[in-house]
């Protein structure tokens, strides 16, 4: 024999929520998926390093060749690294004679910013 017994409900408050949310509303698929490859290109050292002297440039814009000292790896290595930056479109290049300059995409920065909940500098 089965008994079956009903339990009094209890009336809960309305908790609010202790801070604000970060977002207005949650990534959808596509922008979680563009973030994630921006992110995971911002996942090494170096072309993280790479991504702020290009963003602390004066001029806007850096021959590869410049960036080869301060983040003390070979040509080669750099190269590749901004490669991967541009390929997830942090970065763009362009080609003055035989060397290649890169400046960084300012709408692609400011997307990172969102997606992290910063407040506008």
Not at 21 to 44: I, N
Not at 98 to 119: D, F, H, K, M
């Amino acid at each position: 024999m089965t008994v079956v017994r009903e339990l009094p409900v209890l009336a809960m408050p309305a908790v609010e929520p202790c801070c604000a949310p970060l977002q207005d509303v949650p990534l959808g698929s596509a922008d979680a998926a563009e973030l994630a490859r921006r992110f995971a290109a911002l996942a090494d050292p170096v072309r993280l390093r790479l991504l702020s002297l290009l963003a602390t440039s004066k001029d806007g814009a850096v021959c590869a060749c410049d960036l080869v000292e301060p983040v003390g790896r070979s040509q080669p290595t750099v190269s590749h690294h901004l490669k991967i930056l541009r390929e997830a479109g942090l970065v763009t290049s362009e080609r003055r004679g035989t060397n290649v300059w890169y400046a960084v995409v300012p709408s692609a920065l400011e997307s990172l910013r969102l997606a992290l909940g910063s407040p506008q500098v």
